[in-house]
């Protein structure tokens, strides 16, 4: 979420196809404002900034170290408005605010933490 948006929580549906490519071209890496920066986990990425965009990720696998298969459904938790709606099989608008979501969550842990997961590799 970037400073001063709010939005809503959304459920998504999508293939491993449109996921890798809403992933490959949603990371700004020419530090514009265009684009999105998502988090996933459950997903580990080896990913190359300085490569052609269309080939900027290297190596996308789930937790277990398995690649991700084309034709399987994913399911994804997004912001309103984040995500190509092209991309989007299936859509369950949950009612939660992020904003909301985010000031609970905090709350309750007192702190929080980067993950440590190795789930983004940049190279």
């Not at 912001?79 to 969550?105: K, V, Y």
């Amino acid at each position: 979420m970037k400073h001063g948006e709010s939005g809503v929580l959304q459920v998504v549906d999508m293939t491993g196809e449109n996921l890798l490519r809403t992933l490959e071209y949603a990371i700004p890496a020419d530090n514009d404002i265009r684009g999105w920066f998502y988090y996933f986990p459950g997903l580990k990425m080896t990913y190359a900034p300085s490569a052609m965009p269309g080939k900027r990720i290297i190596k996308i696998t789930d937790a277990e170290g398995k690649p991700l298969e084309a034709q399987r459904v994913y399911t994804a938790a997004v912001m309103n408005q984040t995500f190509p709606e092209d991309a989007i099989q299936s859509l369950t608008d949950t009612g939660i605010s992020i904003q909301a979501l985010l000031t609970e969550t905090i709350q309750s842990r007192k702190t929080i933490t980067p993950g440590k997961d190795g789930r983004f590799i940049i190279r």
